[in-house]
């Protein structure tokens, strides 16, 4: 396994991994190539071109922004929203930035940000490329990068391999398909979570992991109860509102009702998806599952599973996460995970099916039933379009993290009640993704040129 659960799972912040967390890490990596190589010091002046998807819905994205933020050193993973908020504020309304804690540079767009929305770099639709001047003008270095989809960055020379950010290790039990990690679990009698987190131990210490998976826990409940909290207007001119705090309010009212009707669990998962996906669209802490965009479906089936599931515990969350990263890095390693290169199958429809297989798993299911309800996830998720209205992580994207919520609690309910024999199997489904994908048309592919983004009228 190439892909370490940690890779697939960053803490980052909204609306989107690939547009947000991916940029801001290009911008860090090109400031930490400068370093090694002697630039930084003499650098007057950076320009960053923002090409293809990147350029076309890059300001409702807030790439700009992450570019800015991460010039002026700023890190996803550690950063807090509210003060990042501020400094960018600062950025715009001064006309320039502190490069890293260093000496100050204008930066503005149309003059060092340009947003190149008719041109791509070659390898991919997330395209950037930065350069760095000194102060006569001279270029003193100059690199390009890609946005690859959950927050995963590479560099122009790596793009064709898209190599992972961990060091080329070799794990024990290696897999690169659903056949491969079926068979090593029957040779060794080893879970899917048992075999991921074995792997993992490759990089890091057991407990070190298990304290990783459960913090990664910690911040999705986190994102779930602040998203319940926030109330208002989300950003970008929509004035879509947020809806989380009224609807957790309407549950607790009447608590009764669940005795009634028992699909009021349902209106629970959603609550928990939407509180997330509203957090994201507001530039929140989210963690990237696998991507911003699907950022709420895992959190709801986790927090279903740990509030919902008798016998529920801190084990479970382990076996849960585990899992969904096996399946995760199968679709990262034959297919894609980013809308750009895939429609929103490639976000929502594989969180989808990473959670159908994380909850079939902590729900008892065979290795053979977990990998049909990955499968039966993502097959009725073929086709999904990424057409965000305005080019907003808001609509429809807020609400399709709530359907892949339920969706993936239903395969794997469907999942359990089968032998674990079924006629598609779950590398047949990620290559059709892969296929669908290709032939999906640019105007469907998070350009905001296609479906909702162009039929739905802006007052």
């Not at 960053?10 to 190539?33: E, N, Q, Y």
Request: proline residues 3%; hydrophobic residues 40%; contains cysteine.
């Amino acid at each position: 396994m190439s892909v370490s659960l940690f890779d697939l799972f960053k803490i980052g912040i909204g609306p989107s991994s690939s547009h947000t967390v991916g940029p801001m890490w290009a911008a860090r990596r090109f400031l930490d190539r400068l370093e090694e190589r002697g630039s930084k010091a003499e650098t007057a002046r950076v320009e960053v071109r923002l090409y293809g998807s990147l350029a076309l819905t890059g300001r409702g994205h807030a790439t700009d922004k992450a570019v800015m933020l991460g010039l002026a050193g700023l890190r996803p993973d550690t950063l807090d929203p509210d003060d990042a908020e501020d400094l960018y504020r600062y950025i715009l309304s001064k006309g320039e930035l502190q490069l890293d804690r260093g000496r100050r540079i204008a930066f503005r767009e149309g003059h060092e940000l340009h947003l190149l929305m008719r041109e791509k770099l070659p390898h991919h639709s997330n395209g950037m490329r930065f350069s760095a001047f000194d102060a006569a003008g001279a270029r003193l270095d100059e690199a390009d990068y890609y946005s690859v989809g959950g927050g995963f960055v590479v560099t122009g020379e790596d793009a064709a391999g898209e190599a992972p950010v961990l060091a080329n290790a070799r794990a024990p039990y290696e897999f690169g398909s659903a056949a491969e990690l079926l068979a090593l679990s029957a040779r060794h009698g080893l879970s899917i979570a048992e075999i991921v987190l074995a792997n993992e131990e490759t990089w890091r210490g057991r407990a070190e992991i298990r304290e990783g998976i459960l913090h990664l826990r910690d911040v999705m409940l986190a994102s779930i109860e602040r998203g319940c909290r926030m109330e208002g207007i989300l950003p970008g001119g929509l004035k879509v509102r947020r809806r989380a705090r009224r609807l957790q309010a309407e549950l607790l009212k009447r608590p009764e009702q669940a005795l009634r009707d028992p699909l009021t669990t349902l209106d629970w998962v959603n609550l928990y998806a939407l509180a997330v996906n509203e957090e994201n669209a507001a530039g929140g802490r989210v963690v990237t599952a696998p991507t911003n965009g699907a950022a709420g479906v895992i959190p709801a089936v986790l927090a279903y599973y740990e509030r919902f599931v008798h016998g529920a515990g801190d084990d479970g969350v382990v076996t849960f996460l585990a899992t969904t990263a096996a399946v995760g890095a199968l679709y990262k390693q034959n297919a894609s995970i980013s809308a750009a290169e895939m429609g929103c199958q490639g976000e929502v429809g594989v969180a989808c099916s990473m959670a159908a297989a994380g909850l079939c798993a902590v729900l008892g299911g065979t290795t053979e039933q977990i990998e049909n309800a990955a499968e039966i996830a993502m097959e009725h998720n073929l086709g999904l379009t990424c057409d965000p209205i305005g080019g907003l992580v808001q609509i429809p994207c807020i609400e399709r993290n709530t359907m892949g919520a339920v969706k993936a609690i239903n395969a794997a309910r469907l999942a359990l009640k089968g032998d674990g024999t079924h006629f598609v199997s779950l590398d047949d489904v990620i290559e059709t993704m892969r296929q669908t994908g290709i032939d999906m048309s640019e105007k469907y592919k998070e350009t905001a040129l296609g479906g909702l983004a162009v039929n739905v009228t802006l007052c």
